[in-house]
């Protein structure tokens, strides 16, 4: 389901708490070991024995922040589109969230935008090759979302806008979702013993 709440905004501290209570989109190359960060931390961070790291004033964080919405508004306009930045949770597993940089709904497709540094939109201009950690937050959109196409795009006001297109893998997201179910188990059985019921856990996010 799409959760219609305008208060939802990547990086304000309402995103921050959502995310507290579910596994998103860029988390979700963790459960399977890939990327910078590894299952344990992730499990450190959901059970509150850790912060997640402030990026907030990291430079690609801030690039990213900074041109996303001139990324979008060009994808909108070359493609003739109405993508607009929506959070998807799933109706099935609740705690398997997606924070879209863009959800049409007449294509029912989505778009991921990345705005890496020149050395990294050269690399994926010519070979069009997505990292693993992002392979993993496109299926994991796709699979909450059911969407039909995942557009994914790179951008630099230096050059052109580049695309490829993801689609849905299903024995792929199905791994993902096993090992979401698991990870998941293991961080509420933690907030039990710790916190008691429900309704006093901290991090407990009802959607």
């Known amino acids: 389901m799409i959760l219609q709440n305008s208060d939802l905004v990547q990086g304000s501290q309402a995103w921050i708490d959502f995310r507290g209570g579910g596994i998103g989109g860029s988390e979700a190359s963790a459960l399977l070991g890939i990327g910078n960060k590894s299952r344990d931390q992730l499990f450190l961070e959901k059970t509150g024995q850790a912060l997640p790291p402030d990026l907030s004033k990291a430079f690609p964080v801030i690039r990213g922040q900074a041109l996303e919405p001139l990324a979008r508004n060009l994808i909108n306009s070359l493609y003739v589109s109405e993508f607009e930045p929506v959070v998807f949770v799933s109706d099935e597993l609740p705690f398997m969230i997606y924070s879209s940089d863009g959800f049409d709904k007449f294509l029912n497709e989505l778009i991921e935008i990345k705005c890496p540094m020149e050395k990294g939109f050269s690399e994926f201009k010519e070979t069009k090759k997505i990292r693993p950690e992002y392979f993993c ?15 994914f795009f790179c951008y630099s006001p230096e050059g052109p806008l580049e695309e490829t297109q993801v ?14 179910k698991i ?20 991090t407990s996010i009802e959607i």
């Open 183 to 202: 990870f998941w188990s293991e961080v509420t059985q933690y907030r039990k013993d710790i916190y008691g019921k429900k309704e006093n856990n901290p």
């Open 137 to 151: 937050q496109c299926q994991w959109a796709l699979g909450i979302s059911r969407c039909e196409l995942l557009r």
């Open 167 to 180: 689609f849905l893998n299903e024995r792929f997201f199905n791994k993902l979702k096993k090992e979401a």
